[in-house]
């Protein structure tokens, strides 16, 4: 189990280099990033988050996703320390759903690696982790910098849909977190179903660009 401290000094990422804009709607808050860096870095359970102004609701019911569920602790500044289950009461999550596999429980989508390239396969082992209960269209994302590095992340998808983290929301985390803000996005690629229910490929483009890059792929997942 791992403690998560945050500090969300102005409640959302600053995703864009100097110039570049998009709207709202793909921001991600801080306890979403802290969570996903966890997540992304192998983290199978969290038993503590502590930040430094309560938690809003798009973030609770996010956590209701974990595997430590209601019993997840929160820690604030002068206050006791209170569980998830305080702070959102007759929740609405996966359980409700009849959902056993949460967020950073260990999974394998097992979809085949059949890509002819370093980062197609890195997207394709995203996805194989991505956890999409409800819609079952698993994807994730593998992008390369101008400066060499390659980050990756998977779809985490949520009871109640908007608070999901898209896989390229989740790799920008990792580049952020990992490297800094100055790195510079050059080529992005997609691993997702041929026809999925839901789809990340339009979402991903638009912020591709915004990120100032258009060169971006999707690959299609065939199932082991
Ligand atoms: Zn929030």
Known sequence: MMVVILTPVDGIIRWLPRGFSCSLQQTIHAEQ????????????????ITVNYT??????????ELNSERALKISLPGRPVATLND???????????????LLLDSTNNHYVDNSKDDL??????SANISHAPYTGSHSGVALRTKSGKTFCGSYAENAAYNP?????????????IKAGEDEIVEKVVLAEKSN????????????SSALGSDNFKVISLDIN
Do not use: V
Not at 120 to 125: P, V
């Open 33 to 48: 990033c802290a969570i996903t860096h966890a997540w992304m870095s192998g983290e199978k359970g969290l038993e503590t």
């Open 55 to 64: 938690p809003c609701g798009h973030c609770r019911q996010f956590m209701t």
């Open 87 to 101: 702070y959102l009461p007759d929740s609405f999550g996966p359980r409700d759903l009849g959902i056993t596999k």
């Open 120 to 125: 197609g396969s890195m997207a394709i082992k």
């Open 164 to 176: 999901s983290i898209p896989p390229l929301q989740a790799a920008i985390i990792m580049m952020y």
């Open 196 to 207: 999925p229910l839901i789809t990340q490929a339009n979402a991903t483009k638009e912020l």
